[in-house]
């Protein structure tokens, strides 16, 4: 009797090292007129604890994409692998971050990180370290008691990653958190967020229009163009380690270089 | 007047009439409205006959609803429960759509089932909204007390209103008028303050 074994095997070992897949994901809209062929064939894999970006012009299907993997909306095809296995909807295995209406209004600071932990009916007194612990790490733990409309929009995004991180992913996805930013408190947060990455390792994938911050955060870009298609990956070669600085060094505005030319 | 006996109880039966069909609207209204907001199925069930219901004029229906419910309180009570549930509804159910989808989306990707989400994010989210379209409402709740009085009743503002007009007491109804205005002043005020001692992280959108 033969067994389907052998065929079967290389490809879990394959897919077993990344910690998410995106599977040849093609989604079409039908709400208009005529089809719009939003996302057309795009596979990626994020191994643990890689931070990647996704570029693109606007309406090219990046957040299209991030949604999919999300769970929050469904591919036309293809398929969304966390572990190897195939996720049919949304979980609290990808957490993520928005850009806009981040945080509960009716939640204090500290019960807005610690709503994901209440799903899961964690005890109270290990839901509270828990807060506490990532309220610290973001910086925040003096605002525990506040409610978002008295914070800035700098910190309503720290609370927003708090509260993701808080509930311990597999994978943090990001749709252009610090889009809605000023310039400055964009800069600050990419530099924080990168320290954190650091720290926690977490393996984020993260869509934005902002090249820099592209190649300031990730190991790898990927460039998404207007049809939907992913036209090319970038590994950025850039050390570990990464300071504000560091975007001015020839190497950094080399990436960008090559990367807004791609855009065009 | 204001040492007249009568016009106590005029302004008491005329209150618990507003309460109780306000109550009842509300008790119907928010949770049809919620529903309609959430499930596509439920405005589709609900939606066109609610939304058409509220074109209705109630005004016409005073003599059928006479004829189904007497002239005792309960016509009164429906007069005002009719007048404004369908407007409770809507007004809910459309508080409900203007959630935001990432609100929404982030609970999903916190680890919220649909219920949680229902329960958890749709009902907080749209309290501030419910209280302004009950203060709204409990205005229209006057105006539909008055028409309920006009016909068939012994006593009532409303009712006081139409009998000084037979004795051409002006100054009278002008008064009664004036005691409603107050009244609903100061539940317009009662409503503010519930708001901003039960949910101090909401701004009102209703000054």
Not at chain 1, 146 to 167: C, D, F, H, T, W
Not at chain 1, 201 to 226: G, N, P
Not at chain 2, 99 to 126: H, K, S
Not at chain 2, 174 to 190: E, Q, S, W
Request: proline share 5%; aromatic share 8%.
């Amino acid at each position: 009797m033969q067994t389907t074994f052998p065929t079967t095997l290389p490809q879990r070992i394959a897919t077993t090292a990344a910690k998410l897949e995106i599977r040849n994901i093609v989604k079409v809209f039908n709400s208009s007129k005529q089809p719009k062929l939003a996302v057309d064939h795009v596979s990626l894999e994020l191994a643990p604890n890689e931070f990647s970006c996704i570029v693109g012009p606007s309406g090219c299907g990046k957040s299209t994409l991030l949604s999919i993997a999300a769970g929050l909306i469904k591919a036309t095809s293809g398929q969304i692998l966390v572990d190897g296995i195939p996720v049919p909807g949304p979980g609290a295995d990808r957490g993520m971050v928005f850009q806009h209406y981040t945080l509960f209004p009716w939640l204090s600071v500290a019960n807005n990180v610690a709503f994901g932990l209440k799903l899961k009916k964690m005890p109270k007194a290990e839901q509270k370290a828990q807060v506490a612990h990532y309220l610290e790490i973001v910086g925040l733990s003096g605002s525990a008691n506040a409610y978002p409309k008295e914070l800035s929009g700098g910190m309503k995004q720290r609370v927003a990653i708090a509260r993701a991180l808080a509930n311990e992913p597999e994978v943090l996805l990001m749709d252009e958190p610090f889009g809605a930013l000023d310039s400055q408190t964009k800069e600050q947060l990419q530099s924080f967020f990168h320290d954190l990455w650091e720290k926690t390792h977490i393996t984020v994938l993260m869509i934005t229009h902002d090249v820099e911050e592209a190649i300031f955060l990730s190991q790898r870009v990927y460039v998404m163009d207007r049809s939907g298609k992913m036209r090319e990956t970038v590994d950025i070669g850039l050390p570990q380690r990464r300071e504000l600085d560091m975007k001015l060094t020839p190497e950094f505005l080399a990436y960008k270089k090559a990367i807004i030319h791609m855009l065009r | 007047m204001l040492s007249d006996g009568d016009l106590m109880v005029d302004i008491i039966a005329s209150s618990a009439r507003v309460m109780a069909g306000f109550i009842f609207a509300a008790i119907v209204g928010i949770p049809v409205g919620i529903a309609m907001g959430t499930f596509y199925s439920m405005d589709s069930l609900l939606g066109g006959f609610v939304r058409t219901a509220r074109y209705m004029p109630i005004a016409a229906f005073v003599p059928l609803i006479i004829i189904w419910a007497g002239i005792d309180e309960a016509s009164k009570v429906l007069i005002i429960f009719f007048g404004i549930v369908f407007y409770n509804a809507t007004m809910i159910a459309d508080a409900v759509k203007f959630i935001p989808n990432e609100t929404l989306n982030v609970a999903y990707t916190l680890g919220a089932t649909r219920r949680d989400v229902l329960a958890r994010v749709i009902l907080p989210a749209t309290l501030p909204n419910i209280l302004d379209t009950l203060r709204v409402n409990i205005a229209g709740a006057w105006n539909f007390l008055v028409l309920s009085e006009l016909i068939a009743a012994q006593n009532g503002l409303g009712f006081t209103i139409v009998r000084s007009q037979r004795y051409l007491q002006t100054d009278k109804a002008m008064f009664c008028i004036l005691i409603i205005c107050v009244i609903g002043l100061l539940t317009d005020f009662a409503f503010k303050l519930v708001f901003q001692l039960c949910l101090p992280w909401a701004e009102s959108k209703v000054s």
